[in-house]
């Protein structure tokens, strides 16, 4: 899994800050993973935001129907599987037994609702204008179909962005204008505090639906000052840093503790 967020989030890794701890200091480390964050996030509502620190916590909360690969291509993902019957049609098939974070099955309605939101929402519509929304259906509870106005190749790239994820019907519904700040995802982690300039804290979601964190919580701690990131980078304090400053890069690619993706 930490692999997996460095990746992501092209993060700076510190490796061995797990095991510089010793006894019962270094089981509880082992449950935490700490991320540094130069901002706070502004929404955790996938379409009422585009900005780089909500996203960064939003990859980890929620999925979309497909994601992309290390060779950048795309992969099913919510989706078992994605057929394109012609030029401007597209069937998901998703996968049964998904649960978000609120104890709900994963519908074909959510999908429908998550992607309508999107091509309306101002923030993200921009991604999914090809698609056309009134064509946008559930043909029964695990399959989702929609046309685009016109042919284009990069529409399940679009779908990978954070604007395209899926949301839960219910949850945004009941939530109204407090969802952003209380997301519902299917990801491997589920939201459990934000505490406003200061942290985020998110905890394994034990019903995931594919492998789980080797952590049980994932901290982001909001860190302005990019001296101030690597400080805690180095000293242990925090396990992964982002955006470090250009004049620091020679001190990360020197000290053999860390590794900068």
């Known amino acids: ?3 997996k967020i460095g990746v992501l ?5 510190m490796l061995l800050s797990f095991t510089a701890c010793g006894g019962e200091d270094a089981a509880a480390a082992d449950e935490t993973l700490t991320i540094a964050s130069s901002g706070d996030a502004i929404a955790l509502d996938p379409v009422a935001t585009n900005d780089n620190q909500s996203s960064n916590v939003m990859v980890q909360l929620y ?9 950048g291509s795309t992969v099913p993902n919510l989706a078992e599987s994605v057929e394109q019957p012609d030029d401007v049609t597209y069937v998901f098939k ?3 037994g998904v649960k978000f974070h609120n104890g709900e099955e994963l519908k074909a309605s959510d999908v429908v ?3 309508k939101r999107a091509c309306e929402a101002p923030n993200v519509r921009h991604l999914f204008n090809t698609i056309d929304p009134e064509t946008i259906k559930a043909n029964d509870d695990y399959t989702v179909e929609f046309k685009l106005i016109r042919p284009y190749t990069g529409i399940l790239a679009a779908l990978c962005h954070p604007g395209g994820f899926i949301v ?7 939530g109204g204008d407090s969802y952003a700040q209380n997301p519902v995802g299917t990801g491997a982690v589920k939201f459990v505090s934000w505490r406003k300039a200061d942290s985020i804290v998110l905890e394994r979601f034990e019903d995931y639906h594919g492998e789980k964190t080797a952590y049980k919580t994932l901290t982001y701690r909001i860190i302005p000052e990019a001296t101030n990131r690597l400080i805690e980078l ?3 304090g925090v396990d992964v840093a ?3 400053a250009p004049n620091d890069l020679e001190k990360v690619e020197g000290n053999d503790k860390l590794a900068l993706l």
């Not at 989030?9 to 890794?13: F, I, M, R």
């Not at 999925?63 to 060779?71: C, F, I, K, R, T």
Request: hydrophobic share 45%; glycine share 6%; net charge negative.
């Open 63 to 71: 999925e979309g129907l497909v994601s992309l690969a290390e060779d």
């Open 94 to 96: 998703l996968k049964e």
């Open 1 to 3: 899994m930490h692999k």
């Open 9 to 13: 989030l092209l993060a700076v890794v």
């Open 113 to 115: 609702f998550s992607l």
């Open 242 to 244: 982002y955006d470090i």
């Open 168 to 174: 839960n019907e219910k949850a945004v519904t009941e």
């Open 234 to 236: 180095e000293s242990g």
